[in-house]
């Protein structure tokens, strides 16, 4: 029997979409949490801000260009393309995955690799930023920062590669990376709108510690693995 085509992008988009309402909402919560503790019982609720919202904007388009670029750029192509001419010379690895999948274990192993670099990238915002003191809850938030931005990664891939323009391996990068960079930056703006919308700063780093970014960070990352099977399955069935 003929299998029916199914296309998972608009399930994926609503789950990614939601995975950054789930984190910005927690994160914007335990922000205002902390402004509150640090003002006792003299500090009002922070409103609503139009140049936080401006500056959540910017962010997010600055975020997702650079990090699509960066990620599922050069480093995604050049992977996928590392790994058949190393199977051409001979690579035990890179000639396992050639004779097991044939070029599609080259894109698995690009979108792989680039996703968990992406991940383990954003335990730390940026070189500058301290490390936090160790603590469980700590410990836990980085596990999950890693699952979540390797999950996240590993959609922004699935789309880059499964794009036609990857599948003619014309060497059109900034075409490939065009959906992912819109859909990273809804993403990142969701999760950033809702802190930086009240008035109040990003948080240093992801590793707060807080129990509120924590079930925002969880809930976001559940959701991602989800899509991540979503986009599996749509993959399985395109092929059938």
């Excluded at 994926?12 to 914007?28: D, E, K, Q, R, Y």
């Excluded at 938030?141 to 323009?165: C, D, H, I, P, Y």
């Excluded at 129990?211 to 099977?229: H, N, P, R």
Aim: hydrophobic share 55%; with cysteine.
């Amino acid at each position: 029997m003929k299998c029916l085509r199914h296309n998972g992008r608009p399930a994926i988009v609503v789950l990614v979409l939601l995975a950054g309402a789930c984190g910005g909402l927690a994160s914007a919560a335990a922000q205002v949490q902390l402004e509150l503790a640090a003002g006792c019982n003299g500090a009002a609720l922070p409103s609503f801000s139009l140049a936080g919202l401006g500056a959540a904007l910017v962010v997010s388009l600055e975020a997702a260009v650079g990090e699509e670029l960066l990620f599922r750029g050069p480093l995604l192509w050049g992977l996928a393309a590392m790994i058949p001419w190393l199977a051409r010379k001979n690579m035990p690895l890179a000639r396992a995955l050639v004779r097991r999948w044939g070029p599609h274990g080259a894109a698995v192993f690009a979108v792989a690799v680039s996703a968990l670099l992406f991940g383990i990238a954003h335990l730390l915002p940026s070189p500058e930023t301290p490390l936090p003191a160790l603590s469980p809850a700590v410990a836990v938030q980085a596990m999950l920062k890693v699952v979540e931005g390797t999950a996240f990664g590993s959609l922004m891939g699935s789309l880059v590669v499964n794009s036609r323009w990857f599948a003619a391996r014309d060497g059109a990068i900034l075409r490939s990376l065009g959906f992912p960079m819109l859909l990273h930056a809804a993403f990142d703006l969701l999760y950033f709108a809702p802190t930086l919308g009240l008035g109040l700063p990003l948080p240093d780093t992801y590793l707060t510690g807080n129990v509120l970014d924590e079930l925002g960070m969880a809930a976001s990352t559940l959701l991602l693995i989800l899509a991540v099977f979503v986009a599996a399955r749509s993959k399985k069935a395109r092929s059938c």
